[in-house]
């Protein structure tokens, strides 16, 4: 028998989220762009920590709360109707995924000095691995590191790091091997912000920034464009082994992934509930849109893809805390989720008509910052090419292609 039953605690604790968000959180949203951000934030993560919700994942004796996979993956489905909870909560990206990979690869004293603070709120970090020479490609990374006693000298650039304008620390990855095998040229350092030989050239203005200038400018606070000139880097801040780069930027990416799903879930749900909400009211034709069997079957198709994306995100979450190898189902469902996403916030703007165009409702900003899921941690085309490879492989392997189709639920 399967049991899909979600223990008693941890629903209790996602009553406690919701019911954070409603009260707490949520009244801060019309207040973005009327005041400095840091002050909002300084407010919600006041209001969290009252609560006893912060770093949900993170170990309770790092400072989080120590939740498993599951309980997570539960909760993150109520932060993600608000960027703000996120930021309450301190389990934004990429600080959430760097906190991760810190406790993962980081030495004691990383830890200490970097994921401490953290976790505390008391550092931002930001993550440099996307350059104009190469994105989904990261092996073709151009930025190079060069050894100088027991420093590194980074040189180079980078591009689309989120949230570098306003960081303490960046997770950067540079070449640090170039006649090493493909995948193992690389390597994670720690920088500290500012530096000498870091500048950030701009903020690259981008498709949400345009619809939503205040919200996107001042959570994410930009998608930076960086020049690297003889940056200098102790050995000490090398995080996980030497040539262990691409293998610990998947790492941080697979929890970004998934996360990425979990908050898009939320934000699909309340796009068919306003979605729900008009078809209900508004009449054409002499009758309400939603006695319309054309209407009723859009919807069902975006509730069947937002129930399909509940069971992955879920079954994914399961995988995590069982330690079962996620790669194929990650890669499915960050492709599929995001498809759903845009689906569903297309739809709801769809059937609001031309109100659904306007900035009178949010779902314009939201198909804006749909859009970006098709790109971040990985476009679409290079997750489907990689489980294509993997079906393949699997056929030739076991004569079947089940176990890269989920058949490794039986
Ligand atoms: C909002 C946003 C935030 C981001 N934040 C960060 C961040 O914080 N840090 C960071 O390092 N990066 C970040 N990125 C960068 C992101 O990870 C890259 O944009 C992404 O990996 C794609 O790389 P690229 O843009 O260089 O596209 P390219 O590598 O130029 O690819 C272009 C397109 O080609 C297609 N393509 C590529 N390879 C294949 C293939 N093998 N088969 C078929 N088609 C293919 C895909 O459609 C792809 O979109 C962010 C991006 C966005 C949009």
């Known amino acids: 028998m399967i049991d899909f039953s979600i223990p008693a605690e941890t629903q209790a604790l996602r009553a406690r989220v919701a019911e954070f968000i409603d009260k707490e959180v949520l009244p801060y949203e019309e207040q973005v762009g009327q005041r400095p951000f840091a002050d909002i934030v300084a407010e919600l993560q ?10 949900p994942f993170i170990p309770v004796e790092w400072g989080g709360m120590g939740l498993g996979h599951v309980a997570n993956a539960v909760i993150q489905l109520e ?86 304008s306003r960081s303490d620390l960046v997770l950067l990855m540079a070449k640090t091997d170039p006649d090493a095998p493909r995948h193992r040229q690389f390597t994670t350092f720690l920088v500290e912000l500012p530096c000498e030989g870091f500048e950030i050239v701009r903020d690259v203005p981008t498709l949400h920034d345009a619809i939503e200038p205040s919200w996107n400018g001042e959570y994410v606070t930009g998608h930076a464009e960086i020049t690297l000139k003889d940056v200098r880097v102790p050995s000490a801040n090398i995080v996980g082994e ?83 190898d996620i790669s194929q189902e990650n890669s499915m469902a960050k492709n599929f989720i995001a498809d759903m996403l845009s689906k569903v916030v297309d739809t709801a703007l769809q ?6 165009y306007t900035m009178d409702t949010p779902l314009a900003a939201w198909y804006a910052e749909a859009r970006m899921q098709h790109l971040v941690d990985g476009p679409d085309e290079v997750h489907r090419w990689r489980v294509g490879k993997k079906v393949l492989a699997a056929f030739e392997e076991h004569g079947t292609t089940a176990s890269a189709a989920g058949g490794g639920l039986f």
């Open 242 to 324: 030497l040539g262990g780069g691409f293998a610990s930027g998947q790492h941080r990416l697979g929890y970004g992934r998934i996360r990425h799903g979990m908050w898009s879930i939320a934000r699909a749900q309340q796009a068919m509930d306003l979605a729900a909400e008009r078809v209900l009211s508004r009449k054409t034709f002499g009758k309400p849109l939603g006695d319309r069997q054309g209407v009723q079957w859009m919807l069902a198709d975006c509730a069947r893809d937002l129930y399909i994306a509940r069971l992955m995100v879920l079954h994914i979450a399961y995988c995590m805390e069982h330690g079962i």
């Open 79 to 164: 932060v993600g109707r608000t960027p703000l909870a996120a930021w309450a909560m301190n389990c934004m990206g990429p600080q959430d995924a760097t906190m991760l990979t810190l406790l993962e690869l980081g030495t004691e004293e990383q830890k200490e000095k970097y994921l401490r603070p953290l976790v505390n709120g008391e550092l931002r970090v930001c993550f440099a691995m996307t350059e104009k020479a190469a994105g989904a490609d990261a092996t073709g990374m151009q930025t190079l590191a060069t050894r100088d006693g027991s420093d590194w000298i980074i040189n180079g650039e980078k591009w689309f790091a989120s949230g570098a």
């Open 46 to 55: 006041k209001a969290a920590r009252a609560a006893d919700l912060w770093c």
């Open 351 to 356: 059937l609001h008509g031309s109100l659904g």
